[in-house]
């Protein structure tokens, strides 16, 4: 068995609501899914596919590669089935690996048990394979086995990204409540922006929707910023064809002439650290920082554009009360100084959100953490056309 030739079910995970998105890049990356559903992708594919996967998605958050299936009623079953499995062919002598899960079973309180009969049956495995003991632990530093069990069903993949893609790896400094890079490059997909138009990011923070418009725009990929993933740890890893893919990042980088991408915040230590994240981003000279009240922001004229505000939503920062005046504040400035834009408002605060007084053309759904959000979509005329205010409904 050779994992990185051989084809099997590959099912790419992401945060909930993030699916459209997700299956929008690896249709674009040239892969035909077989099934989208509400947290990932599945298709069929070898590691080697894998590999491309983990250095270019933007909305993943792991990579799995099915290895094993079958029915197990408790723990011991799982024991038993993976005893069998010949992980000589998957983890190279020298190899440290973790095992991660996601258990629903009736006879389990405590995944970390299934976690323990998996690891257990790998070392006994490869000890009698081997008449060594492999290194294991928690840190998702080397190869990593996944199972995932529902009831009866059980299914093992090895987990070719180790740990999360979500998480870009250019945000050095994350600010306060910070979007995950994840779901900003996803929110981003979802508005009608051209990659080439002004993107206007008042209430910026810590810089991760400008920076990762600018990677969008420039087709900078994630994998940029990352040395390490979990498939560099399989047996036949060849690191070759790491390298070959690697090399494209840089590649396919592109210019976009006149791009305006703004990004301002009334807080001077925000924009310096968004600044330090753009530099490691490698974007810092697409974005134009500014320290100001959003209602300063400089809005590009005569342009359509994008304006995109993430401010805060009472769940975890900010007083409510202050807040919907901001909220209205927004409203009042898109109506203003923002005519001929696309306006977008991403909040966990509905009801703050009919304080902007504006009538949402779409509301898209959207987690971050666990609270439950949405990202409203205003087309903003110019002129005569301009809209009256109005209520959500």
């Known amino acids: 068995m050779n994992v990185f030739t051989d084809k099997s079910t590959i099912i790419i995970t ?13 249709v674009e990356l040239g892969y035909r899914p077989d099934e989208t559903f509400i947290t990932g992708v599945k298709f069929t594919g070898t590691v080697t596919d894998c590999i491309r996967l983990n250095l270019n998605l933007r ?5 799995l590669y099915k290895i094993k299936q079958f029915t197990a009623v408790n ?24 095992i991660t899960s996601n258990v629903n079973n009736p006879t389990i309180n405590n995944s970390m048990f299934a976690n323990l009969r998996v690891k257990d049956a790998v070392v006994d495995r490869l000890r009698e394979k081997r008449g060594v003991r492999p290194s294991t632990g928690a840190e998702l530093s080397g190869a990593v086995i996944n199972l995932f069990w529902k009831n009866e069903n059980a299914e093992v993949f090895i987990d070719t990204s180790g ?4 998480r870009h790896g250019y945000r050095k400094i994350p600010g306060q409540a910070p979007m995950l890079e994840a779901l900003a490059s996803a929110t981003i997909y979802a508005t009608a922006w051209d990659r080439r138009s002004p ?27 990352r040395t390490n993933y979990a498939f560099m740890h ?16 840089e590649e396919q980088i ?10 301002t915040d009334y807080s001077a230590r925000a924009i310096e650290n968004s600044k330090k994240n753009a530099i490691a981003a490698g974007v810092a000279d697409l974005i134009d920082f500014a320290v100001c009240d959003f209602a300063a922001t400089e809005v590009p004229q005569n342009v359509p554009g994008i304006f995109f505000v993430n401010p805060e939503y009472g769940e975890r920062l900010g007083d409510l009360k202050e807040l919907e005046e901001t909220y209205a504040r927004i409203g009042d400035f898109m109506k203003q100084k923002c005519g001929g834009y696309h306006g977008y408002v991403f909040t966990g605060n ?8 504006l009538k949402a053309r779409r509301r898209l759904e959207f987690y971050t953490s666990k609270i439950d959000c949405r990202l409203f979509e205003y087309e903003l005329y110019s002129g005569s056309r301009q809209t009256n205010k109005k209520e959500i409904n």
């Open 254 to 263: 592109i210019e976009v002439p006149g791009l305006r991408i703004i990004a």
């Open 75 to 98: 723990a011991d079953d799982i024991y038993k089935n993976l005893l069998s499995y010949p992980w000589e062919n998957i983890l190279p002598d020298d190899g440290y690996f973790s």
């Open 234 to 249: 399989l047996q036949g890893y060849d690191e070759s064809v790491y390298v070959k893919e690697d090399a494209l990042l």
């Open 14 to 26: 992401c945060p909930k609501r993030l699916a459209p998105w997700l299956e929008q890049e690896v």
């Open 350 to 357: 509905l009801e703050l959100a009919k304080k902007i007084g």
């Open 59 to 63: 909305c993943a958050s792991q990579v």
């Open 199 to 225: 993107f206007v990011n008042p209430m910026c923070g810590s810089g991760t929707l400008a920076i990762e418009a600018a990677m969008i725009a420039t087709n900078r990929r994630p994998g940029l910023f």
């Open 163 to 166: 740990d999360s893609l979500g």
